[in-house]
């Protein structure tokens, strides 16, 4: 099943952004998110904000709550 991932527009203290489910307790407010879409896998969704974002893309990870799989650092 697909769920929507949102990429937070803050950088973290080690300086990446990362990616959340919509359900993750830790998803950032409205104003402070970007929608990604409908993913299968947070790898889909992780890869999907590297190629929106490429500046950014040794940057983006998963978030450890929701997208742990895809968490880097």
């Known amino acids: 099943m697909k769920k929507e991932y ?13 990616v959340h489910e919509s359900s993750c307790r830790f998803l950032p407010s409205f104003e402070n998110r970007i929608y990604l879409g409908s993913f299968y896998s947070c790898e889909e969704a992780v890869n999907e904000a590297k190629r929106l974002y490429p500046a950014d893309k040794n940057n983006i990870n998963g978030c450890y709550e929701c997208s742990n799989s895809c968490h880097t650092s």
């Open 6 to 18: 949102y990429l937070n527009r803050n950088q973290q203290s080690n300086g990446d952004y990362e």
